[in-house]
């Protein structure tokens, strides 16, 4: 069968592969960063309702949900614009937005940046509380009963509020500049879901199981969990390397950061 097959968009000659063995391990380590979402997955769980019955359902369902988009924009994505797709896809789509398809572009990209906003609180709650209870400022559930119960707690004094304000604008400032002054960004978002997120969505968790109840398993459980730390660690290692390698090129090669 042939490794690829080639069809024209807007009269340009787009080129289609079925696998590229050379980008796998980067694209594995993103697509690890678009699933890895496991260190927020503890406070979620803690500050549901009933965690017992509702954790499971609601975890398996946003998955679905979540690999169901993924799914549809990457095949038809990908079929539509091949080897010229850009990197975010929405770079494809007309710009113009006096045309009815530039301004779905400019409403879809309005919609993801609204995600991404929505999506930031959650992601930093984990920082922020870790943080925030080693200087001793979180000033909740005291004397309450602890739990997850958000309409139980105690905001605590004017210095710990004062204090979660600074803090919480302090580290909002540090992402910002983050996200602006480092270069090649693309790349080091790449190298961090190559390193990190490959231990987090891959290796810790059966880790962790083993620890936890790794005499309970059975040799088909403990089995498909080393697969699973397996293919984690190949595709982390040489997604980290491929990651370093196109980081310290586009610095050899004094490539404008972007």
């Known amino acids: 069968a042939p490794s690829n097959f080639n069809s024209t968009h807007f009269g340009r000659s787009v080129s289609h592969s079925y696998f590229n063995i050379n980008e796998f391990p980067t694209s594995f380590a993103a697509i690890t960063l678009s699933f890895g979402g496991h260190a927020v997955f503890p406070s979620i769980e803690k500050h549901m309702e009933d965690p017992n019955r509702n954790f499971n359902k609601t975890f398996n369902f946003a998955y679905l949900v979540l690999l169901g988009v993924y799914l549809l924009a990457a095949i038809f994505g990908y079929l539509t614009f091949g080897d010229i797709t850009y ?12 045309t009815i398809l530039g301004a779905i572009t400019a409403t879809t990209k309005l919609m993801i940046a609204f995600h991404v906003m929505s999506a930031y609180p959650i992601l930093m709650n984990v920082v922020c509380t870790e943080l925030e209870q080693t200087l001793g400022i979180e000033g909740t559930n005291r004397g309450n009963g602890g739990g997850g119960d958000l309409t139980n707690q105690n905001v605590g004094t004017f210095k710990e509020r004062s204090g979660r304000f600074f803090l ?91």
């Open 87 to 98: 990197s975010p896809i929405l770079c494809n789509f007309p710009r113009n937005t006096s």
């Open 168 to 258: 919480r604008i302090s580290l909002v400032a540090f992402t910002c500049f983050v996200a602006v002054m480092v270069p090649y960004f693309p790349d080091v978002m790449s190298l961090v879901g190559a390193m990190c997120l490959t231990m987090i969505v891959f290796v810790l968790p059966v880790a962790f199981s083993f620890k936890l109840r790794g005499d309970k398993m059975s040799i088909l459980e403990k089995v498909w969990g080393l697969c699973i730390v397996c293919c984690g660690c190949i595709g982390g290692i040489i997604g980290t390397i491929q990651a370093f390698q196109s980081i310290a090129s586009k610095l050899l090669a004094g490539a404008p950061p972007g």
